[in-house]
């Protein structure tokens, strides 16, 4: 099989925070490239800057210096209206603690995505074929029982198993996915992993951040963020 096409570029990324008068810098230098049909593993200790650089990919923050592209456009020259279109529809991101909106039931949570950016009439004309593709995505994350539940009514891995069906819902062509096996058990843990592997094999190109080394080893390529750098 030939090289597949890159489609996330990053180079040069650097980051740093202002704590006071302090300056801590996060990312040095940091050059990823991440093709089509990749599942890869971002690895790191607690504070190595991995869901800041998963942010920056995602287009919900922004480098000091670098840049990020994305199907050979640069993040940082897009209009506000293409750069909302890149973080809704190009990208789905996972949070790493879940990010559910707890007055919304799991359908309703899993269809906020097509909602967003609609115009109430175009919301009533399209809403069919969203509860159509959220209804699939329940199906896809076995959540079909669920769908009336709040996420309060969910264990943790169900409730990752919406925040992963939210992320899906715009048929994301990259899924970010920030320690999504992070807070639950081992058991649990491997069946969202399972739930991505499958995505995988299905086509889906993914980047997951984790800092657990047995997570990391079932991706097929592992990127390790120390010292504000890159090792592949
Ligand atoms: N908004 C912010 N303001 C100031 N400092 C920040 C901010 N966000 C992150 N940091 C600091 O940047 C560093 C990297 O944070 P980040 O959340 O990217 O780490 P991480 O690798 O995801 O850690 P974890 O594994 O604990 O989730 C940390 O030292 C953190 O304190
Ligand atoms: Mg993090």
Known sequence: MGKQA???????????????TARVKVLKGVDLTVREGDFAAVIG????????LLH??????????????????DLSRMRARELNRYRNEMVGFVFQFYHLLDELNVLENVLLPAMVSRSIAGWFMSRRVARRRA???LEQM??????????????????????????LMNEPRLLLADEPTGNLDSTTG??????????????QTIVMVTHDERIA???????????GKIRE
């Not at 890159?6 to 006071?20: F, P, S, T, V």
């Not at 200790?45 to 800041?52: C, E, L, Q, R, Y």
């Not at 491997?190 to 086509?203: D, K, M, P, S, Y």
């Not at 080893?217 to 010292?227: G, K, N, S, Y």
């Open 56 to 73: 920056i990919l995602g287009g919900l923050d922004r480098p000091d210096e670098g840049t990020v592209s994305f199907d050979g456009r």
């Open 217 to 227: 080893a079932r991706a097929e390529r592992t990127i390790t963020l120390a010292d």
């Open 142 to 167: 076995g959540l079909s029982d669920r769908a009336r539940h709040k996420p309060y009514q969910l264990s943790g891995g169900e409730r990752q198993r919406v925040a992963i069906g939210r992320a």
């Open 45 to 52: 200790a607690s504070g190595s800057g991995k869901s800041t």
């Open 6 to 20: 890159a489609i996330l570029k990053a180079d040069g990324l650097h980051k740093a925070y202002r704590m006071g």
């Open 190 to 203: 491997n069946g969202i992993l399972a739930v991505l592997e499958r995505l995988n094999q299905a086509g």
């Open 135 to 137: 209804a699939e995505v």
